[in-house]
Structures are given as structure tokens and as C-alpha cells.
Antibody, heavy 117, light 107 residues
């Protein structure tokens, strides 16, 4: 069964960028769609967008357009999310998840991105 | 964007209780609706897809129903692991959007 393992906690300065990885095991990342969701401390879930690694085609939520980029490395079955221009409001846990017909399962364990001066 | 609302925002319940959570979409999402349970400190976990489809291996005490704009998640015989936050999510159109969550805590 597919499992998703994410990279470790990142601590960043305002204005910098962060890249979070999501490595698939138990299945090739080419065979599914990867979505990215974040959760600010004590808050709900916010969808950033998704990527179809097989076609390298991404869809981004409007509020992140121009600041977020999804990529995938087929050779390592790993998806990446890069977010630029970080502010304190980007402090959150970032999750990757496999999307199947709109439902997200499984999810990675999450990566905490902390933005502070 | 499609706005999702949930009610109640929180509910207190006891072991063995039945809990009902409602989710409403601002536009018709047909049955493109999923439910997730998120335990504290953990990633969300898919419970229900396509409004009413229990995930393989998912506990049968969970059931979902509805279509269009109004949806319901029912938890029968509440178990200790069910004290958590529940989210609905629409997948009818981009951007996917989530409800604000319903927290089930111990009475």
C-alpha cells in the first residue's frame, strides 16, 4: 500500500523560501496525483493545489499562485512543494496526500515550517 | 470558491453515544464530498469518500449521506479514538475547500 514520507521540520527567515519533499513508497508517484494541504497552528485545513507527476501538470489555489511551485522527480518517486516569499503567516504544518477522485488518502506525516525572524 | 460550513463547531459526547455532524456547501457539489478525522498531533485520515462511501478498512460505525449542498456524517457507538476533529471537503471544483471542522470531545 502507498505510504508518503515527508521531510523534516524547517525553520526559515521571513522573505526566504522553503522546499518540502514527499517520497512515495509502495507505489510509483507517476501513478497518482499529489495534493498539498497546510494547517496553521490551531487552525483548519487549507488546500494549496496538486500535481499530476506523470504529466508534470499542476493546479494551484489562487491565493498561492506565483508563490508556490510543485515538482516531481520520477526517478526517486518524490514530489516537492516550494513556497517563496515566506511570512509568519506561512507558519504551518504542510501535508502531501494522494488524491483519488477528489479524496485525499493517504497523507504524509506532515512537515512543520516555522517562519520567524 | 465553494464555501463549506459545518455544524456544530464542537460537541461533547460520551463513549457509546451517537454523534451527527452536518456539512453544507455554498454551491451544488453533487457527491464530491469527503470526510476526514484528525486526531490531535496527527495527519487527517480519510473516512468517507463520494459522500457516502466508507473507506476500505474504515470502522463501520461511520456513515455518510447527502448530495448537492447538504451532507451528514454519523458516528455510532462513539469509541475513545473518535474524540477528534472532523472535516468535510468538497472536490467538485478547484480549489478544493474544507469545512472549518467539528471537534468531538468527552462530556
Amino acid at each position: 500500500q502507498v505510504q508518503l514520507a515527508q521531510s523534516e521540520t524547517e525553520v526559515k527567515k521571513p522573505g526566504s523560501s522553503v522546499m518540502v519533499s514527499c517520497k512515495a513508497s509502495g507505489g510509483s508517484i507517476n501513478s497518482f496525483v499529489v495534493n498539498w494541504v497546510r494547517q496553521a497552528p490551531g487552525q483548519g485545513l487549507e488546500w494549496l493545489g496538486g500535481i499530476i507527476p506523470l504529466f508534470n501538470k499542476s493546479t494551484y489555489a489562487q491565493q498561492f499562485q506565483g508563490r508556490v511551485t510543485f515538482t516531481a522527480d520520477h526517478s526517486t518517486s518524490t514530489a516537492y512543494m516550494e513556497l517563496t516569499g515566506l511570512t509568519s503567516e506561512d507558519t504551518a504544518i504542510y501535508y502531501c496526500a494522494r488524491e483519488t477522485s477528489g479524496s485525499l488518502d493517504p497523507w504524509g506525516q506532515g512537515t512543520l515550517v516555522s517562519v520567524s525572524s | 470558491d465553494i464555501q463549506m460550513t459545518q455544524s456544530p463547531s464542537s460537541v461533547s459526547a460520551s463513549l457509546g453515544d451517537r454523534v451527527t455532524i452536518t456539512c453544507r456547501a455554498s454551491q451544488n457539489v453533487s457527491t464530491w464530498l469527503a470526510w476526514y478525522r484528525q486526531k490531535p498531533g496527527r495527519a487527517p485520515n480519510l473516512l468517507i469518500s463520494a459522500a457516502g462511501g466508507l473507506e476500505s478498512g474504515g470502522p463501520s460505525r461511520f456513515s455518510g449521506s447527502g448530495s448537492g449542498t447538504d451532507f451528514i456524517l454519523v458516528i455510532n457507538n462513539l469509541q475513545p479514538e473518535d474524540f477528534a476533529t472532523y472535516y468535510c471537503q468538497q472536490a467538485n471544483s478547484f480549489p478544493f475547500t474544507f469545512g472549518p471542522g467539528t471537534t468531538v470531545d468527552l462530556k
